[in-house]
């Protein structure tokens, strides 16, 4: 990539790394659980994850060179689960660090600062990077049956991914969450307390599919703005949490 990034050029390509990195971070944390709960000492099949990386560094320009990239690349090589912990939690920050103060000098990076801590965080900076990249485009575009149609989908998406279990809707939701080791959940399931959040949250995980994905792809439509956030909320919230279930520790 080119360089150096008009203004403009260079908030849309900080918008569009941080959600790549965002997506990254959370596929992390997931193949760290995956790891634990299948007894993987490395990770088998990393090309998708290392595909995922090789895309972010694509939109690097060429004055760009971010903290710790080399260490992240090293440890996809390695693809130990020691080494996506090290990603998740100390890589990824870094390069997104990295990313947040690049082109920022002087007095403008000062005011840019003073005003984002006045004016808080922007409603889409809370959503699930999948769903802010898939769906707020057709927010803006007045489709909310659209927007809340696609959040949802893209759960049952997430679901089929890393369950590997090819079905839709009830029937997967019933067969891949719950609370034992190797299901899926949306909480560790360690206590009996967590256990009720991921039982709970299975149910309305099937209500979203229920009440929302099946009776706008049947014709209703009666969607507002307000409702199709707040239906990219619930899932962004189901998305963030979803986890494997792994054996408690002794």
Known sequence: MTSPLK????????????????????????????????????LEDKSEFESKWDRIV????????????GDLARHIAFAMP???????????????????RYGRKGKYFIDEEIEQAQVGSDVG?????????????????????????????LLMDELRRLS????????????VVGTQPGQLGFS?????????????????????YKGVRDP????WDEMRSTDALQVMSMVSFLLTNLRFVVE???
């Open 188 to 208: 560790d399931c360690q206590s009996i307390g967590s256990m009720r959040v991921t039982e709970g949250l299975k149910i309305i995980a099937q209500g979203l």
């Open 125 to 153: 900076e809370l959503l699930h990077p999948q769903i802010r990249d898939a769906c707020m485009d057709l927010l803006a575009s007045r489709r909310f049956g659209d927007a809340a149609q696609k959040s949802v989908g």
């Open 82 to 100: 020691h080494d996506f912990h090290d990603i998740e939690n100390f890589d990824i920050p870094a390069v997104v660090d990295s990313v947040k």
């Open 164 to 175: 590997r279990y090819d079905a839709d809707g009830d029937k997967l939701i019933r067969k």
């Open 248 to 250: 408690p520790d002794d």
């Open 216 to 219: 706008l792809s049947h014709g």
């Open 58 to 69: 694509e939109l690097f320009p060429e004055d760009f060179h971010p903290s710790r990239a």
């Open 7 to 42: 203004p403009k050029q260079l908030e849309k390509w900080r918008s569009a790394l941080l959600t790549r990195l965002d997506d990254l971070q959370i596929d992390a944390r997931r193949i760290q659980q995956m790891m634990k709960a299948t007894g993987q000492s490395v």
